[in-house]
């Protein structure tokens, strides 16, 4: 049941790419960011406003590390979709399979072996090669790539406490600490309206019930139920839906060169997966 619900959020957040480009070229980028998170925010608190009381100062503050560092990766991740093509960004995020074995080393000291480096290098391939796909652009890929080490922290936290505090709650304070976040943004720069149309609404509906506040819960429940080894894989699938939708709804062409650089990302991932597994076992042990 959990690796089911598992697979089905990396379809969501495959098919939310697509959305999400098309909303943010007619709605603010951090506006749309803070209502998306109201929105999860206010689906949680149905169940889970009670709860917060149960997390304790440590709880609260747990929350509000994934709250920052899922903001800053999901920040970066769209304001690079709406610079680059969807498969690119489908494929770039997956990386965070190759980073958490790498962030396991420089935090915590894990020992990270060939394969993690093979990973590294053929992603520096893929990355290479679409750097010189003309359809999508290097600055938004770069800002792709900067948002999957703050959802690979994230993933890595995730793991820490997925068994320490009570999930709902956990996931609550999250989502709020992002709508709060992106909030502050989109007031500063005086983006915030009301949103119009089917294209917003419709995207905001689905990214703020479906691919944040249920998500991640399922996110944070699952951890505590299957192995680390079958979620690194399963979180890989989301480059495959990307590309896929990519393909079909957004009417992404790369090229032989594009897809050649998807697909060397795709392998480095595929490499990589057994280490990053290998870490997060490790962290969940911890302390």
């Known amino acids: 049941m959990a690796l089911l619900a598992l697979i089905a959020v990396t379809v969501v957040w495959g098919v939310t790419f697509v959305q999400v480009k098309d909303a943010v070229e007619i709605y603010p980028l951090f506006a749309f960011l803070a209502v998306r998170y109201a929105i999860a925010t206010g689906v949680l608190g149905l169940v889970g406003a009670r709860r917060v009381g149960t997390l304790g100062r440590s709880g609260l503050a747990a929350g509000g590390v994934l709250g920052v560092l899922l903001g800053i990766g999901i920040g970066l991740q769209t304001a690079g979709l709406e610079r680059t093509t969807v498969s690119s960004t489908g494929f770039i995020t ?45 600055t938004g890929d770069l800002l792709v790539l900067a948002s999957t080490s703050a959802q690979a922290l994230q993933i890595v936290m995730v793991e820490r406490y997925a068994n320490r505090y009570d999930a709902i709650a956990l996931t609550l304070v999250e989502m709020a600490t992002c709508f709060l976040g992106f909030l502050v943004i989109a007031l500063a720069l005086g983006d915030l309206s009301v949103p119009r149309g089917w294209t917003v609404w419709g995207a905001l509906i689905v990214t703020g019930v479906f691919a944040s506040a249920f998500a991640f819960l399922i996110q944070i429940w699952a951890q505590r139920r299957i192995s680390a080894a079958r979620i690194a894989l399963v979180f890989a699938l989301e480059t495959v839906w990307a590309g ?21 990302i795709l392998a480095g991932i595929v490499v990589a997966e057994p280490a990053a597994a290998g870490v997060l076992r490790r962290l969940a042990r911890r302390p």
């Open 244 to 264: 896929f939708f990519g393909f079909v709804l957004d009417g992404d062409r790369l090229g032989w060169l594009g897809w050649g650089g998807c697909a060397a």
């Open 94 to 138: 997956g990386l965070y399979v190759v980073f958490t074995p790498l962030f396991g080393l420089v935090l915590f000291r894990t020992r990270v072996g060939a394969e993690v480096w093979l990973g590294v290098v053929l992603s520096v391939i893929g990355l290479g090669m679409l750097s010189g796909v003309h359809v999508g652009s290097t």
